[in-house]
């Protein structure tokens, strides 16, 4: 690189030649573009290798991922189910441990944290019915 003032002028014969495999010996001379012995090499590194076809699950794998199906319904529903009607009983607010933080005893039975737990209670019910009903052995 030739720095002449402000203007970047660029010397190709200064540049070292680059090969494209690492073990041929790098030539001072121009290399032709039509005898490059590595060319098949590199185009065969831009075509996609072909992605083989997933194997089919054997059965043990296939009931292990029914049972954890199975499992993740029956935990969200009966959480969903307790979060919405859990809120609404005297069990919410006269328990032990909310005896000595009055403060959390009050936000624990103000109507809108209530309410709050209860639409996640149905929000945890709908993912566990959606995905009971969107299940699917795999293929």
């Not at 203007?7 to 690492?22: K, L, Q, S």
């Not at 010996?25 to 831009?46: F, M």
């Not at 328990?95 to 209860?118: D, E, K, T």
Request: a negative charge.
């Amino acid at each position: 690189m030739v720095f002449d003032g402000a203007t970047c002028f660029f010397v190709a014969a200064a540049e070292r030649p680059v090969t494209t495999d690492p073990k041929l010996p790098v030539e001072s001379g121009p290399v032709p573009v039509h005898s490059s012995p590595s060319q098949e090499a590199i185009t065969g590194l831009l075509e996609p290798k072909p992605v083989p076809a997933p194997s089919a699950p054997s059965g043990l794998q296939l009931w292990l991922h029914r049972t954890s199906v199975f499992l993740f319904v029956l935990i969200s529903a009966v959480a969903g189910v307790l979060l919405v009607i859990l809120p609404w009983t005297p069990e919410w607010t006269d328990n032990s441990l909310l005896l000595s933080y009055p403060w959390l005893r009050s936000l624990v039975s103000s109507g809108f944290f209530r309410g709050l737990c209860s639409g996640l209670g149905l929000l945890d019910i709908w993912i566990g019915f959606w995905e009971a009903l969107h299940y699917h052995d795999r293929q």
